[in-house]
């Protein structure tokens, strides 16, 4: 009967072992992910807002490599209730950031998506009003001791527009200001 007991707990224990070896490898990809808001100001032009989203893993980069996707247009800015037209930017972003332990950290970034400006009148169908976005960005990260990170930065499109080849709302020169809360970490 000893016997039984001992092989019983002995696969029990077996067991346990294997399962959290299993949940630490499985739970070794989650780093952060973050979700939040978005600011752009396009210089000389339109405010634009969205929703932003980033994650991070220590098995990439050991955190230093941030992955994002961003949805920012000016429907929720300069166009809300004016006539400014109404541009909507998609973008996937990659992005280095250094001193990934601290609370300041500088990041550059990469980013690359579609633009899509809706001129909304059959006038206007014979401009460009789409254009895939390539763009570089730099700044500043800061952690809050709460969820909370705060980035800004300034970046450039390479790819821009000048009405007849490209959209002519697609500015070079932008600035960001992007707000997180930290789902999980």
Known sequence: MKKKHYLFLLFITSFMCIQSQNRKTQNDWLGEFKVGVRVQKTQKLYWENGLTVDFTSPKILKNRLHLGLSYVSSRFGSAMGSN??????????????????????????????????????????????????????????????????LQISTGYNLNTGTGSAGPGTLFPVFYQLSLYYTLFK
């Open 84 to 149: 400014a037209i109404k541009q909507d930017n998609f973008l996937i972003n990659a992005g280095y950031f250094f001193r990934h332990q601290k609370k300041l950290q500088p990041f550059g970034r990469l980013n690359t998506g579609f633009f899509y400006a809706d001129y909304e009148s059959e006038i206007f169908d014979v401009l460009p009003n789409t254009a895939l976005l390539l763009s570089l960005d730099a700044g500043f990260s800061y952690q809050f001791d709460a969820p909370i990170t």
